[in-house]
């Protein structure tokens, strides 16, 4: 059926076209002649080729095109008067006897073109005459393409001022006043449009009415042209009357394209003076007509024009912009009651917009209009709509990109309102933006209240809402949020340690609300941020009570210690153990014996009860051992206490060679290289033959399992810790032990039952090499190896 039509408009389009054709062959031949009375006549019959009611706008226009290319042939003929003969006012008079209305109208608008430019006659006049004629055609199609035709010839032809055609002190009025009365006739057409033709369907007419509204639009643009028009004539006749018809045609279509063309034609500075005038329009329109957008669009063209020069600014403040466009959306919002939420807060995203490029210091004008979004919102169910979250995460991200500060948006009361009302999904990725924000800005959060009302903002990371269960989380993505708050919590900071304590516990309140699972995650971060505070009240004494008395480093951590204790419960026992030989340092740093020694007491306990794991064991251990041999705060006793436990645990491990490397790293417990260091060589010399005796254990194991000797990796180990004792001074470690090693190692590697293993062979090499170097270099040292065999 469709193709039936398209294939019949063809060929009436074809038809149509052939007879404009042919009546301009004959057209021209008499223009050649220069006989008028048969130019009249064909041309008529040419243009009564437009008479036809069958053709789409579409397809009109193609027909249209062809006359009008014809038209302006025949404009040239009739302006040289010397080949038909016949003055402009009897040629004027002449054409008005063509026998159809359409045709005789064409030629009307054609000769009144010539007529205007030969100024025999005042062009006000003519202009009047031809836009009252036009009149006569009432058939939507055909009177909107003959009004565009009289506005294309008469457009260069305006009484302006500074025209060919100005006349006297009204002139530019009886121009506006011909372009409006054009535009009011052609807008009425063109609403008619719609109710034309029986049952056809209404896309398709609304889409056909779209194709034309150019035509229409075209006499905003050439108002626009008037250099004649100034602000007060704009604001007093232009602006109403355009408006009076746009309102009135309550045509949805009509309503949307015509707002939008004032807005797009016309200066900026005039919208700015007439904006009350051009916004009490807004809320008569239909409910239908999408004037967020339109808006949207005056919004953004007010922003550039602001930032295009600072001038211009005290004029915003003088017409109050910000108060009469925030009025016109809480009057549009509230005349179209069934505008979606989305539609609103794309409003209130295109005010924000405005208030932060127009008054960028004025942030009780953006707390207003999230304000007015959260008055909008409230009473509603949290949102489900992708569409209106996304616009929601655009208003809240403005104030972000703007001031590039989290902490003025801190200031903003309604700002965590507007985020209340996200959906569980939208709050974390509106969440992440905030943190993202401080990140890129490295913006520094310093008072314990900024960090409470951020952790307000994001508390959709730092804990499960209301029924968004954590483990319907994709495990990425949880990641990815944890560790964005745990690096959060290192911009936290206050040179003044009585306020860094403040956030310090405001931050514990907060994550330990998190669940078992965000644990791991923040208490780190945390935790380090404790220490570093610690580390500059280094030395401070005093057993402190209550919230009011000054920041301790004891205080601090009394803190640490119940906040380490809840990763017990996720469990995370290798993540608590390394946090608590970090406190322990810090308290060696601060020379708290009793503290230090809590945490290590703490690590031990969690070596014996939580860490079961071998691999884990073993990492455990060397960590235990190498926090312990930098600790210089230990008296005698409680020393000898941590140590045999180390020394203890590392004879216990499952592997051998675990237990040899552990007992061998235990010697350096026993020889401290400091000024004041412990340096007990008998009970370093016990750890190292200790290893020495696993080692063989290790190996003789190995035969008995494999029927092979393992490799002799251990026994290299060994002797490098004995070179390294050697050349400390450790008198218990002589040339001959090492002596005795080397060829413990050497009749071992040329053994038939020790499996090769070139890394070991290399290592001992290595080892070979070094003590040759020494030998070779001479002085004290050399003198030390060289009873050494190599």
């Not at 700002?415 to 969440?431: C, E, F, Q, S």
């Not at 499960?464 to 990641?479: H, T």
């Not at 009860?609 to 071998?614: K, Q, T």
């Not at 004792?725 to 050497?746: M, W």
Request: charged share 25%; aromatic share 8%.
């Amino acid at each position: 059926m469709i193709s039936n039509i398209a294939e019949d408009e063809d060929k009436w389009l074809a038809e149509g076209i052939a007879g404009i054709q042919h009546n301009a062959f004959y057209m021209h031949r008499s223009v050649d002649s220069n006989n008028l009375r048969e130019v009249l006549k064909y041309s008529a019959q040419m243009l009564s080729e437009l008479r036809t009611s069958r053709l789409s706008p579409h397809k009109y226009y193609e027909l249209y095109m062809r006359a009008f290319d014809e038209l302006r042939k025949l404009e040239i003929f009739f302006k040289d008067e010397s080949r038909h003969g016949c003055s402009i006012i009897d040629l004027y008079e002449l054409v008005q006897h063509a026998g159809n209305i359409l045709p005789r109208l064409y030629l009307l608008c054609t000769v009144g073109s010539v007529y205007i430019k030969s100024k025999e006659a005042p062009p006000k006049d003519v202009l009047k005459d031809l836009v009252e004629m036009c009149r006569g055609i009432q058939h939507p199609i055909r009177g909107l393409f003959l009004r565009s035709y009289l506005s294309q010839v008469s457009r260069d032809k305006l009484p302006d001022i500074g025209s060919d055609y100005e006349g006297d002190a009204d002139t530019v009025m009886d121009a506006v006043e011909f372009v409006l009365q054009n535009f009011t006739e052609m807008n009425k057409l063109w609403v008619r449009m719609q109710h034309q033709g029986p049952g056809r369907a209404k896309e398709k007419q609304e889409k056909e009415r779209s194709e034309l509204r150019d035509l229409v639009g075209k006499n905003l643009h050439v108002l626009s042209q008037i250099e004649g028009i100034d602000l007060e004539m704009y604001k007093d006749t232009v602006l109403p009357r355009v408006l009076e018809q746009v309102v009135n045609c309550k045509d949805e279509l009509a309503q949307y394209y015509l707002m939008d063309c004032i807005i797009q034609v016309f200066p900026d500075e005039y919208h700015l003076q007439t904006l009350e005038t051009l916004l009490g329009a807004c809320p008569q329109l239909q409910p239908t007509v999408d004037i967020k957008t339109v808006l949207s669009q005056l919004m953004e063209r007010l922003s550039n024009y602001a930032a295009s020069s600072a001038e211009v600014l005290p004029d915003f403040l003088q017409v109050e912009a910000f108060a009469k466009l925030s009025s016109a959306i809480g009057k549009v919002i509230e005349a179209q009651v069934d505008m979606p939420v989305f539609g609103a807060i794309t409003l209130y995203v295109s005010l924000l917009t405005f208030t932060l490029r127009v008054h960028p210091d004025r942030l009780d004008y953006v707390d207003q209009v999230l304000g007015a979004c959260v008055k909008k919102l409230s009473g509603k169910p949290k949102l489900e709509d992708s569409k209106a979250t996304k616009q929601i995460v655009a208003l809240l991200s403005a104030p972000l990109e703007k001031y590039n500060d989290i902490v003025t948006a801190l200031t903003l009361s309604n700002y965590p309102r507007v985020m209340d009302h996200l959906d569980n999904g939208t709050n974390k990725i509106m969440a992440m933006v905030i943190i993202q924000s401080i990140m890129k800005n490295s913006t520094c959060i310093s008072t314990a209240d900024k960090v409470e009302a951020l952790f307000e903002l994001i508390k959709g990371l730092i804990k499960d809402l209301d029924g968004f269960p954590v483990d319907e989380l994709d495990e990425e993505d949880f990641k990815d949020e944890q560790n964005s708050v745990a690096r959060l919590i290192h911009m936290f900071y206050n040179d003044d340690p009585e306020e860094m304590l403040k956030i310090i516990c405001t931050v514990k309140k907060h994550i330990m609300t998190g669940g078992l699972r965000r644990l791991p995650f923040t208490v780190p971060p945390l935790i380090f941020s404790a220490l570093r505070l610690v580390r500059r009240l280094q030395g401070q004494e005093g057993d402190v009570v209550g919230e009011e008395e000054p920041a301790t480093p004891k205080k601090i951590f009394q803190l640490l210690n119940q906040t380490i204790e809840a990763l017990s419960s996720v469990p995370s026992p290798e993540l608590a153990l390394r946090l608590y030989l970090q406190c322990a340092e810090a308290a060696n740093d601060c020379d708290l014996e009793p503290v230090a020694y809590e945490f290590f007491t703490q690590a031990f306990i969690l070596y014996e009860e939580e860490i079961a794991d071998s691999k884990a064991q073993v990492t455990a251990i060397h960590l235990i051992i190498g926090t312990l041999q930098r600790m210089n705060v230990f008296g005698v006793e409680n020393r000898d206490t941590l140590t045999h436990k180390a020394t203890g645990y590392s004879a216990k491990l499952l592997k051998k060679p675990d237990q040899c490397r552990a007992v061998y790293a235990c010697s350096h417990l026993f020889w401290v290289d400091d000024q004041d260091g412990i340096k007990d060589g008998e009970r370093v010399m016990l750890c190292l033959k200790r290893a020495l005796r696993i080692a063989n254990a290790a190996q003789q194991m190995a035969t008995v399992a494999r029927g092979s000797s393992g490799p002799v990796i251990l026994f290299v180990e060994i002797l490098n810790k004995y070179i390294y004792f050697f050349e400390k001074g450790n008198s218990q470690v002589t040339s001959s032990a090492i002596q005795g090693l080397i060829e413990l190692i050497t009749s071992e590697m040329q053994s038939e039952s020790t499996t090769p293993d070139p890394p070991s062979d290399a290592f001992f090499a290595s080892t070979m090499r070094y003590i040759q170097f020494q030998k070779q270099k001479g002085g004290a040292m050399g003198e030390k190896y060289d009873s050494i065999k190599a």
